[in-house]
């Protein structure tokens, strides 16, 4: 039996919503179940949420919404998804790369002010593995050059940072739902709208440069073209399927959170005896689960460990590919001092399996199979 490295999880009420929602007949966006998510995001995370096709529609909206003119620069990551840099380019930016740090793999905050110029107009926080950026130190970076501080929280969603949700605390956060991310509606995603300078706005580009939400709570008689836009709202049955997962987050976030202690248990000893790096958590972080994986110490042991287990029939995949070096990246894009990290991470990083319905059997394979190879007695 082959262990994938992911798999999708839905309980009956995703499949009873979806129902209900077409029995109801509205199944373009901003329906029912879409509301009940904004109230859901409202009550737990005491902010107003639009939900988007994607993570990557989210940026677009972010990169819209800070007014970018062409050369303007937003600091970033290179260690990210592709979407975190494209989205800016789209908007006629340039990203800056900046490195990550050794033990989060998140931003290095420390190199953020020497990559700032007079074109700089934002700072991408890219939570990798659902664990918090530095983001005391990033708000503080941000206000001081008057810069946005946006959010790319695909990993991240309920997660937190000193008790406030990913996503919540910069000027603008974004959220994946992809079918590969830990709360799922197939594609998916959501900006947690934090600056409420960005409110009436935000609904305008969602709804194609028009004013059509205000006219649906009958602020206004008729509806036009405003602003510029897309079509970045969700058919109501893609609500319909994560609000059922909002409904079950708790429940879905302590499974992945098992495996994870699991996984970091298990990997403790080799970590000891140098043979291996585990993922760090600072103390005032509450991550997710959303990715567990291992740091091997060259590229080559990487390779073998992940032949090994495939060929045993577990998948364990590598990570981001880095942005500065990929083909529009250097087109694109801007270096800042030097990406050593990025590129060790990139080369070294394998995740392994997690997901709700990973059984105990599939969990014990893993490790003993790891442990195999780790032992060098393949
Ligand atoms: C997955 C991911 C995205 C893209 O999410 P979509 O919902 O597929 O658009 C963006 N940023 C990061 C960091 C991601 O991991």
């Given at each position: 039996?082959?262990?994938?490295?992911?798999?999708i999880?839905f309980a009956?009420?995703e499949?009873?919503n979806?129902?209900?929602c077409?029995k109801k007949g509205?199944i373009a966006?901003d329906?029912?179940?879409?509301?009940?998510?904004?109230k859901?995001?409202?009550?737990n995370?005491?902010?107003?949420?639009?939900?988007?096709?994607s993570?990557t529609?989210a940026?677009?909206?972010?990169a819209?919404?800070?007014?970018?003119?062409?050369?303007?620069?937003?600091?970033?990551?290179?260690y990210?998804f592709?979407?975190t840099?494209?989205?800016?380019?789209?908007?006629?930016?340039?990203?800056?790369?900046?490195?990550?740090?050794?033990d989060?793999l998140?931003?290095?905050?420390d190199?953020?002010?020497r990559?700032i110029?007079?074109k700089?107009?934002?700072?991408?926080a890219?939570?990798?593995a659902?664990?918090?950026?530095?983001?005391?130190?990033?708000?503080?970076?941000?206000?001081?050059?008057g810069?946005y501080?946006f959010?790319?929280?695909?990993?991240?969603?309920?997660?937190?940072?000193?008790d406030k949700f990913l996503?919540?605390?910069?000027?603008?956060?974004?959220y994946?739902?992809?079918?590969?991310?830990?709360?799922?509606?197939?594609?998916?995603?959501?900006l947690?709208?934090?600056?409420?300078?960005?409110?009436?706005?935000?609904?305008?580009?969602?709804?194609?440069?028009t004013n059509?939400?205000k006219?649906?709570?009958?602020?206004?008689?008729k509806?036009?073209?405003?602003?510029?836009?897309?079509?970045?709202?969700p058919?109501?049955?893609i609500?319909?399927?994560l609000?059922?997962?909002?409904?079950?987050?708790?429940?879905?976030?302590?499974?992945?959170l098992?495996?994870?202690?699991?996984?970091?248990n298990?990997f403790?000893k080799y970590?000891t005896?140098g043979?291996?790096r585990r993922?760090?958590?600072?103390?005032y972080?509450?991550h997710n689960?959303?990715?567990?994986?291992?740091?091997?110490?060259?590229?080559?042991t990487?390779a073998?460990?992940?032949?090994?287990m495939k060929?045993?029939?577990?998948?364990?995949?590598f990570h981001?590919?880095?942005?500065?070096?990929?083909?529009?990246?250097?087109?694109?894009g801007?270096i800042?001092?030097?990406?050593?990290?990025?590129g060790?991470?990139?080369?070294?990083?394998?995740?392994?399996?997690i997901?709700?319905?990973l059984?105990k059997?599939?969990?014990r394979?893993?490790?003993?199979t790891?442990?195999k190879f780790?032992?060098?007695?393949?």
């Amino acid at each position: 039996m082959k262990i994938p490295f992911n798999k999708i999880n839905f309980a009956k009420q995703e499949l009873k919503n979806i129902e209900n929602c077409i029995k109801k007949g509205h199944i373009a966006g901003d329906g029912v179940y879409t509301i009940l998510c904004n109230k859901w995001f409202l009550k737990n995370f005491k902010r107003r949420t639009l939900l988007t096709h994607s993570c990557t529609c989210a940026i677009e909206m972010a990169a819209i919404l800070a007014g970018l003119k062409p050369e303007d620069e937003v600091i970033m990551p290179s260690y990210s998804f592709v979407s975190t840099a494209n989205a800016f380019v789209l908007a006629g930016a340039k990203p800056v790369f900046v490195d990550i740090k050794p033990d989060t793999l998140n931003i290095n905050e420390d190199l953020i002010e020497r990559a700032i110029t007079k074109k700089t107009k934002a700072i991408v926080a890219v939570h990798y593995a659902g664990v918090g950026c530095e983001m005391d130190k990033l708000m503080q970076i941000a206000k001081k050059h008057g810069l946005y501080l946006f959010e790319d929280a695909a990993l991240g969603f309920y997660a937190k940072y000193k008790d406030k949700f990913l996503g919540t605390i910069g000027d603008l956060g974004t959220y994946s739902f992809h079918e590969t991310k830990s709360i799922v509606s197939g594609e998916g995603g959501a900006l947690s709208i934090n600056n409420k300078k960005f409110l009436e706005r935000a609904e305008i580009i969602r709804e194609k440069g028009t004013n059509r939400s205000k006219f649906f709570r009958g602020e206004v008689d008729k509806y036009t073209w405003v602003d510029i836009g897309s079509s970045y709202l969700p058919s109501d049955i893609i609500a319909a399927f994560l609000y059922a997962q909002f409904e079950r987050v708790k429940e879905i976030t302590k499974k992945r959170l098992l495996i994870w202690e699991q996984y970091h248990n298990f990997f403790e000893k080799y970590e000891t005896k140098g043979l291996l790096r585990r993922p760090f958590v600072p103390k005032y972080c509450e991550h997710n689960g959303s990715v567990y994986y291992i740091l091997f110490n060259d590229l080559k042991t990487r390779a073998k460990f992940m032949e090994y287990m495939k060929k045993n029939g577990i998948a364990t995949p590598f990570h981001y590919i880095p942005l500065h070096s990929s083909p529009a990246g250097l087109k694109y894009g801007k270096i800042s001092g030097c990406l050593k990290n990025t590129g060790i991470i990139s080369d070294t990083i394998a995740r392994l399996p997690i997901f709700y319905s990973l059984t105990k059997e599939q969990t014990r394979k893993i490790l003993k199979t790891s442990e195999k190879f780790l032992n060098g007695t393949i």
